[in-house]
């Protein structure tokens, strides 16, 4: 846990991320409230001081749930205690009216307040299914034919371009489909690219959709070619 800490403790408070909240200029995470607190007096991030917006913050903030679940999962206690002390918040401040306690009811959340969202209390929250979905569209950079051992390949178009797929998926994982779909030998590379910046294998989709496209509509364009100096 000591070598863990520095990337799930929020650097406001020094304590476990609850509600884990991703600056999309810069990708430094921390607890909603500590972070949506802190930009009323500041607009830019407090670790690297990048500007977050000029006049609208929190425009720039998206929940990290994927994180929130990894700090649930490696702290124990940490989602039991802090659904006790919500529940105890709720019920100390009666802020809940008669037609939200019907509708807790009805989910099966107590009259306390909402109830977190992990996959300790989904247990197969971490089945891929489960995930936030992102649509892309994979388009052929090029027209490309490389010979590579004796062979002749020309770079097609995918018959289905259009992918509707887990955020957590890698550009690994892409290029793997591509060798699939296009029945190209895992020798023969490829690159993918977001606005014309090549994309590292160890990558996934949120990391490139929070970087270079969350302002943008959907789907998320993504472009494939031989890499070059494939012979």
């Known amino acids: 846990m000591r070598d863990v800490n520095p990337h799930i403790v929020c650097s406001l408070c020094a304590g476990y991320f609850i509600d884990a ?24 991030c407090p670790q690297c001081s990048v500007k977050v917006h000029e006049t609208q913050p929190l425009f720039h903030l998206r929940a990290d749930r994927t994180m929130q679940d990894i700090v649930f999962k490696l702290v124990p206690g940490l989602f039991e205690n802090e659904e006790k002390r919500r529940a105890e918040f709720y019920k100390s401040r009666g802020d809940l009216n008669p037609k ?3 509708e807790a009811t009805t989910q099966g959340e107590n009259a306390s307040g909402p109830r977190l969202s992990s996959i300790i209390n989904k247990p197969q ?3 891929y ?21 004796g062979k002749r390949f020309q770079l097609q178009n995918l018959e289905k371009k259009f992918i509707r797929c887990s ?11 591509l060798h699939k779909k296009l029945n190209i ?5 490829f690159d993918v690219s977001c606005e014309e910046e090549d994309l590292a294998d160890e990558m996934s989709l949120k990391q490139i959709y929070l970087m270079n496209w969350y302002e943008k509509e959907t789907p998320m364009l993504l472009y494939y070619r031989f890499q070059e100096g494939n012979t």
């Open 100 to 102: 939200k306690d019907k």
């Open 21 to 44: 909240t991703t600056i999309t200029e810069c990708l430094h995470t921390y607890c909603k409230s500590c972070i949506v607190k802190y930009l009323q007096s500041s607009k830019c």
């Open 167 to 177: 955020i957590r998926v890698l550009i690994a994982h892409i290029k793997a489909m």
């Open 185 to 189: 030998p895992t020798t023969l590379e």
């Open 125 to 127: 929250g971490y089945k």
């Open 129 to 149: 299914r489960y995930d936030e979905q992102i649509c892309l569209c994979l388009e052929r950079f090029s027209t490309q034919t490389v010979q590579h051992y």
